[in-house]
Every structure is written in C-alpha cells, then in structure tokens.
C-alpha cells in the first residue's frame, strides 16, 4: 500500500504520514487479531460437541465486547491521536502529524466493521470452511485496487485513506451471508445426524 501512495505522485509528506499511522494503527488491530484467534478456538470445540447455540452465543458475546473495544480506540483517537503519533513523529513535523492524524481518525471510525470481519471471517474458518473464509480476502483486494484506481485519483490522499476502511465494508458484504449459509448449513447437518440416530434407536 505505501508502494501504491509513493507510485501515484501524492509526495513525501503522504508517504510520511501514512506510515508514522500504520504503526499505531497495528497495535489498535491486533486486538482485533486476538478476538479472533479467540473465537476461532471457542467455534471449533463448541462445534465438536454439537453445541451450535452456543456458537452463536459466542460470536454475538465476541461482536459484542469489540464493539465496545472499538468504541474506546475511537474516543482516544479523536481525543488523543495527536499525542499518541508524538510517539513515533517528531513534534516539528506538523504537517505529517496532520495527516497521520487525518488516517487515524477515518479509519478508527470503521474499526467495527474490521472487527466484525475478524469474529466472522475466524468463526468461518474454526467452522471448518476455510476456502469460504479465504474468500472474504478477494473481496478486500478488489476493493483496493477499485480505491486505487477511482477514489484516489479523485480524492488524494483522503481516498487512500479510505482504502482500508472500504476493503473492511467489502468483506463484510461477503462474510455476513457467508456466516448466516454456514450456520444454516451445519445446522441441517445437526438435524440430519439427530434424526439417523433416532432410527437406529427404532
């Protein structure tokens, strides 16, 4: 991505600013990461037991505690975001804290999405469908490259801004339904099984 904003002719300052960014921004998503790291453990052994309303449960418990994880990043982002990039820029270099600060505060106010995302995208793969999980990552890179092609041309360095905060919307669209066929699917399975065992008893 950094190649991309270099390649397009926006200058050292974009460049500057969207980097001194993604190293805050890292720390912010790991948490993220860790939700669904979590998650994708909690949905495979509650599937081995057969427990899919628990699954559930957990998935809106999970959705639920990132929501509000997210919630406090973009309080101290928009609150604090200028001090917390002092960490990693030099305080004479206003300009580049400006837009640091600008990608900061865009991409914090979608950070639900990305944590929906990661709930879904690691329920779907701790549900043993890994390729349609994998899938949700397609919809993300042509995303990017429709970022790159039409709103930053338009929009400058805001366009880039939005890139990964479009890309997170994208996988959404796909892994919302993605999640719902799944839930579906394993539950017809459930039943299918529940009733073999019911006549074999017979």
Request: hydrophobic share 50%.
């Amino acid at each position: 991505r950094q190649m991309c904003i270099r390649d397009s002719g926006y200058g050292f300052l974009f460049v500057a600013g969207f980097t001194a960014t993604n190293k805050l921004y890292g720390l912010l998503e790991m948490a993220a990461i860790s939700y669904g790291y979590a998650i994708v453990t909690y949905v495979g052994q509650n599937l081995g037991a057969g427990q899919l309303k628990r699954i559930n449960w957990g998935v809106r418990a999970s959705f639920s505690m990132i929501i509000a994880y997210c919630l406090v990043c973009l309080v101290i982002l928009y609150t604090a975001d200028k001090t917390l990039l002092l960490m990693f820029v030099s305080p004479e270099e206003t300009e580049i804290i400006n837009k640091a600060s600008q990608f900061l505060r865009i991409s914090s106010t979608y950070y639900i999405p990305l944590g929906l995302l990661c709930i879904l995208r690691y329920s779907i793969q701790g549900l043993g469908f890994s390729r349609l999980a994998m899938l949700s990552g397609v919809f993300e890179m042509v995303d990017r490259v429709a970022v790159s092609l039409f709103l930053v041309p338009m929009l400058g360095y805001t366009g880039v801004c939005y890139g990964d905060p479009s890309a997170w919307l994208a996988a959404d669209v796909f892994l919302i339904p993605a999640f719902i066929l799944v839930h579906h699917k394993l539950a017809r399975r459930r039943y299918q099984q529940q009733q073999a065992c019911l006549q074999e008893a017979s």
